[in-house]
């Protein structure tokens, strides 16, 4: 069996890792660790729940470690990640093992007061975790420099493509020195993943852990054929009120905030999760969620990655998504880290078509299988039953608020949007609010 120390990692990281149990690296950790260790660029592709947080940033650690002090506001390493959930994260994933190699690990999002920011920032940090919208508004302001960064990583390239982010991620990247180590990490690599590639990693070691579509090999499929409307709604209450951890998706914010009303009158623990939500409130919901007091997540697209909660039994697509790669991604919430899980989507009868060719796209083989509220084959497959029906009253972190933004500059596509105006709903499409 390889080890972390095998892989030649240093022995306050290996220690730390073995504290937490961690001491078998996964593949993708065993084959790309030791190129990043000497310096090599890493081009690393695999699903989510694969490991490759610590595949980049341990790697990034120890160069860290061994070379040199930081000044505040001058990181030496850079992590950028699309969403606040995954800058999280990555911050806790590496906090202690940054902690074991006497280095500070900070995340600077939008959604928090940029103060905050500015502040944590007048002490030197060695490894800084941003979403790409925050970090150039910290640049303008000439709060932060890329000057002395030796190592980037981009996790979820991917995911940064498909929200429009990559005009910011460029014009970030070219603030780095040329020399620098870049690490790369990404689900798919197509089309503007790329581009990236080709313009920023010089002759990267490549290592693949498998094609997206692997990432639903230990998960059971479902297309449940719900009828109408009302049907369907009446299955999402059973299903809701099932024991275990359950997110559901919906694919606006206004569907996430009344599916959360109509499952909490019905006395099922449910919390909302999407962009209009402030971060402390985003935050809460999850621990919430993690902590396993709140057994319901319903949320929009932008907590179908990041978001690595390992006991997650059930993904139930309320609302089925927009396209394959949405699927799949809403998907591996669930069966996390070689776990299985199952994954249902509900289809109303006038959705069939649209479902069958979506799960073609995906590559997912998902057994059709025709419910109401009261058969034993939805309890079967999702341990459904009837809810209480006492209601529990609106939890003050699920009320929608604006995100704070300090100084940051509107624009459609960054990761700080403005909320629309009063009286004018945005329900087509939840955008990146990183």
């Given amino acids: 069996m390889t080890t972390f120390q095998d892989l030649g990692l240093p022995a306050p990281i290996v220690r730390d890792l073995k504290r937490q149990g961690i001491t078998e690296p996964f593949p993708i950790q065993e084959a790309a660790i030791p190129p990043a260790l000497d310096g090599r660029d890493v081009l690393g592709r695999g699903p989510t729940g694969s490991g490759k947080t610590f595949t980049f940033g341990l790697p990034m650690l120890t160069r860290l470690a061994s070379s040199g002090a930081s000044r505040p506001g001058h990181p030496r390493g850079l992590v950028l990640v699309p969403t606040r959930e995954l800058a999280a994260q990555v911050k806790e994933r590496l906090d202690d093992p940054a902690a074991a190699m006497g280095l500070r690990v900070l995340e600077v999002v939008g959604g928090v007061n940029i103060k905050r920011n500015i502040t944590s920032l007048a002490a030197p940090v060695d490894l800084l975790v941003a979403t790409p919208g925050r970090a150039q508004d910290l640049i303008n302001q000439k709060i932060l420099s890329f000057s002395d960064i030796q190592v980037t990583a981009l996790d979820e390239a991917d995911q940064m493509a498909d929200m429009g982010f990559l005009p910011q991620v460029r014009k970030l990247m070219d603030l780095t020195p040329q020399n620098s180590q870049r690490l790369l990490f990404s689900a798919t690599l197509d089309g503007d993943v790329n581009k990236l590639v080709d313009r920023y990693l010089n002759d990267p070691v490549t290592h693949s ?226």
Wanted: overall charge positive; proline content about 5%.
């Fill in 209 to 434: 852990t498998a094609p997206v579509q692997a990432a639903v090999d230990t998960m059971t499929h479902y297309r449940l054929l719900v009828g109408g409307r009302e049907e369907r709604n009446e299955v999402v209450l059973r299903i809701g009120a099932r024991d275990g951890k359950t997110i559901m998706f919906m694919r606006t914010k206004h569907g996430v905030d009344r599916q959360v009303k109509k499952l909490r009158r019905e006395g099922i623990n449910a919390i909302g999760l999407h962009g209009d939500k402030g971060q402390s409130t985003r935050t809460k919901a999850l621990a919430g969620f993690a902590d396993g007091s709140v057994p319901v997540l319903v949320a929009t697209d932008i907590a179908a990655r990041g978001i690595d909660i390992n006991d997650v039994s059930l993904v139930v697509h309320v609302d089925p998504p927009a396209e394959h790669k949405a699927y799949l991604h809403r998907a591996g919430r669930t069966a996390r880290a070689g776990t299985t899980g199952t994954v249902v989507t509900l289809v109303m009868d006038e959705q069939a078509k649209e479902v069958g060719q979506l799960m073609k796209k995906a590559g997912v083989d998902a057994r059709e299988v025709k419910v109401t509220a009261d058969s034993d084959t939805l309890a079967k497959i999702t341990g459904a039953r009837r809810p209480k029906g006492t209601p529990i009253q609106e939890p003050a972190q699920a009320q929608r608020r604006p995100a704070q933004r300090g100084r940051q500059q509107p624009h459609p596509r960054s990761q700080h949007s403005r909320r629309p105006k009063a009286g004018r709903r945005r329900t087509r499409k939840d955008g990146p609010t990183a």
